[in-house]
């Protein structure tokens, strides 16, 4: 079974600098799709980002990147010039890519809370 | 056009009673998902329908129930429930095409509370 884990209950960064949340995942698998989903206080899950496992490039999306090391198995999250808006529980999340037809289970991580000081 | 909708918004019930939690995916979207999120936890993977068929199931007891209707739309239903049962129950739609990934969008959630 994958495992997903988040070592970072809680993080903290001043507004406009650049934070990284760390995520660390367990799987046998060779062809996956990594995620980090924002739950805001609204508590709407919102996809952030997305990484394919056999695409080396990482990926970014304006001030969201990753760094997805593949052989270490980490999935970390750069969050640059960081806006009050971007407070919220992050969570990493696994689904595999052998995924049956209709079977798209998303595995989480416990989530980290980012909070943004002034 | 609206997003994945979830009803009721909150929940007040007692042990040992049932509850049916209702969620209407996005238009065009056949699959639906449902996650339990306990308070401090990451999401937890219940059920998937597609196609009004169950493709999959997570590690939660014969209590919880799910069907799809017609319509796309689904139900999760919680027989005698436990205090270990409050959470946020959240259902995800998903377009779910082909093989390929597919995005999924999550609703707002369903906060159920067991006394």
């Known amino acids: 079974a994958q495992t997903v884990t988040q070592s970072q209950p809680e993080m903290s960064v001043q507004e406009a600098e650049t934070v990284t949340l760390s995520c660390t995942y367990d799987?046998?698998?060779?062809?996956?799709?990594l995620f980090w989903y924002k739950q805001p206080p609204s508590r709407q899950m919102i996809l952030v980002i997305r990484?394919?496992?056999?695409?080396?490039q990482n990926a970014t999306e304006n001030r969201f990147s990753v760094n997805f090391q593949k052989a270490a198995k980490s999935f970390s999250l750069k969050i640059s010039d960081s806006q009050l808006g971007d407070a919220a529980m992050y969570f990493c999340a696994y689904r595999s890519g052998l995924s049956n037809f209709g079977n798209e289970k998303l595995t989480f991580g416990t989530g980290t809370r980012l909070t943004i000081i002034p | 056009d609206a997003g994945v909708t979830q009803s009721p918004t909150h929940l007040i019930k007692t042990r040992g009673q049932q509850v049916t939690l209702r969620c209407s995916p996005i238009?065009?979207?056949?699959?639906v998902s449902w996650y339990q999120q306990v308070l401090g936890q990451g999401p937890q993977f219940i059920f998937q329908?597609?196609?009004?068929?169950?493709?999959g199931r997570g590690n939660f007891p014969d209590r919880f129930s799910a069907r799809q209707f017609p319509n796309y739309s689904s139900e999760l239903n919680v027989n005698a429930l436990l205090l270990g049962d409050s959470a946020l129950y959240l259902c995800?739609?998903?377009?779910?095409?082909?093989?390929?990934?597919?995005?999924?969008?999550f609703g707002p959630g369903t906060r159920l509370t067991v006394l």
């Open positions: 990484q394919e496992a056999y695409k080396q």
């Open positions: 995800a739609s998903s377009a779910n095409r082909d093989r390929s990934y597919n995005e999924q969008f």
């Open positions: 238009s065009g979207h056949k699959s």
């Open positions: 799987t046998s698998e060779s062809d996956y799709y």
């Open positions: 329908y597609y196609e009004k068929e169950e493709r």
